[in-house]
């Protein structure tokens, strides 16, 4: 197969339609483009495929940069840079389609045609009804100038149309599917300029990614069958062909397409839900490439593994767990200080503005307070919002009556005597909250141990039956809160049975 790039002069391209929040699948298809790009020092440019004017509001050209750069992503050159082979809309790019529309109307390789959209239903309805795969039957293919100014006078704006050779094969390699060939006759003269003026799909992305010098087009397998219309028009335009790849779909966990039925579709929703975007780039890289690493990779590393032929053809399942793995390590990465800041940007960003900073600020003005609230729940953090139900659980008065209610606490609470709670506050005042020195003389005097004493003291400390050590959050708790909780321990158990 011909290399038509080098990694000497590699350049890929992201070319999203800004019709909606990114897609986790399209997230993916510009990740694999830019760590082909920057495997090898090659060029990253970022288009804008606008031209579905409907669609395509302002909001979401700008939801599309931000969330681009959210997950890490550079570009060398785009709509919002600029850059040597500009512009980088395609709506800001009508005259220089203009000129290539008219350079293939010159050599009689396009034409206008005038069918309605009722012709065309109606003559895919007899192809349909003989069996016959539904194409353009080729009406306005011979129609001459007279024919052509009469219609026109008509006031029916044409479209205009590829004049696809008549026979013969066209061969396309792909870099993930191997070589495809294509009989001519089967194609049908497609649609190069709709009546509006306005390109269609397959000719502005053609010849954007030619005139843009792009060499690698990697993109969803939805496109695999654009390929063979968009080589045509570059032959026919005398124009560089890239080398394409196209990757396979990423499907839901039950093989359906992504919805937010899977728990998120788009890469909105992973940053709402709080992940972290190195988690999120060390999951997208995975899905359908093959790293032989396992550990958290930085963006060098993920780069320097990522090449075209680790790309699987099957296609990719969203898997909620498998990302939460990447949460979980890529939390681990962060030191306590990069981790509050991150909890911070979560809160601030939510209804709750900022309630994890307001709550830690009542407590105490102690500038080490987040710090050591960071350090130890951090283990048990994979979310903002369990940062901030540890924070409830550790400072809020209420204690655990107005939280969730964790039937295992409960129920270790239920089996615990009446008198161990009395025993229990006196105790903790004595050793004056020393964890060790409490838990020790609190197991000698109560002759309960290992987790008959520990699960009651974590359940009426905390509400729940698992979560951060306690001698950690003994501390955050402080003696005044652990004194009441320890005190109300039983009547609470009580309320709650009721
Ligand atoms: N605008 C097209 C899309 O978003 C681009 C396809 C391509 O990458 O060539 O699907
Ligand atoms: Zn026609």
Not at 70 to 86: A, F, K, R, S, T
Request: some cysteine; aromatic content about 8%.
């Amino acid at each position: 197969m011909a290399q038509y790039y080098t990694t000497m002069n590699l350049k890929s391209r992201f070319a999203p339609s800004p019709t909606g929040y990114l897609h986790l699948g399209n997230a993916r298809t510009a990740l694999f483009a830019w760590l082909a790009a920057r495997a090898v020092a090659g060029r990253f440019v970022l288009r804008l495929e606008d031209t579905d004017q409907s669609r395509s509001p302002q909001i979401y050209e700008k939801a599309l940069l931000e969330d681009l750069r959210w997950l890490g992503l550079n570009w060398d050159e785009g709509p919002d840079i600029g850059g040597p082979v500009g512009p980088y809309r395609q709506m800001e790019r009508l005259d220089i389609y203009q000129k290539y529309y008219e350079a293939l109307l010159e050599t009689g390789q396009a034409y206008p045609c005038y069918c309605s959209a009722e012709d065309l239903a109606a003559e895919r309805a007899v192809q349909r009804a003989s069996g016959k795969p539904p194409r353009y039957g080729g009406r306005c293919r011979h129609l001459n100038a007279e024919q052509r100014s009469e219609l026109e006078a008509r006031g029916i704006q044409p479209v205009l149309r590829y004049r696809v050779p008549d026979s013969g094969m066209l061969i396309v390699p792909d870099r993930v599917w191997g070589e495809r060939s294509y009989a001519l006759a089967d194609l049908g003269d497609f649609v190069i300029r709709r009546s509006d003026g306005s390109p269609a799909f397959f000719f502005a992305n053609a010849l954007d990614d030619a005139l843009m010098g792009v060499n690698l087009v990697l993109r969803g397998e939805d496109h695999l069958s654009n390929t063979p219309r968009q080589v045509l028009i570059l032959q026919a335009l005398d124009l560089p062909i890239p080398e394409y790849a196209h990757l396979p779909l990423l499907l839901g966990s039950d093989g359906q397409p992504l919805s937010k039925r899977h728990g998120a579709a788009s890469l909105r929703d992973l940053q709402l839900q709080g992940y972290l975007p190195a988690a999120v780039r060390n999951y997208l890289a995975r899905l359908g490439h093959h790293y032989a690493e396992t550990d958290l990779l930085d963006d060098q590393a993920l780069a320097a593994g990522f090449s075209v032929e680790k790309i699987s053809r099957a296609p990719g399942h969203f898997d909620v767990a498998q990302l939460q793995h990447w949460q979980r390590l890529a939390l681990q990465a962060l030191s306590d200080a990069q981790l509050w800041e991150w909890l911070l940007a979560a809160n601030s960003s939510n209804i709750e503005n900022r309630l994890l900073e307001k709550m830690l600020k009542t407590v105490s003005e102690d500038e080490n307070l987040p710090i050591q609230f960071v350090a130890a729940v951090r283990a048990n953090v994979l979310f903002p919002e369990e940062a901030v139900d540890w924070a409830r659980r550790c400072f809020a008065d209420e204690a655990f009556a107005e939280l969730e209610k964790d039937d295992a606490a409960l129920a270790a609470l239920a089996e615990t005597p009446a008198e161990f709670w009395p025993l229990a506050a006196v105790l903790l005042q004595q050793s004056a909250g020393d964890y060790r020195i409490w838990t020790k003389t609190l197991q000698q005097e109560s002759g309960l141990k290992g987790k008959s004493l520990f699960m009651p003291l974590r359940a009426a400390l905390t509400g729940r039956s698992h979560g951060p050590e306690l001698a950690a959050l003994l501390p955050l708790i402080g003696m005044e809160r652990a004194q009441q909780r320890l005190r109300t321990a039983a009547s609470v158990l009580s309320e709650a049975r009721n």
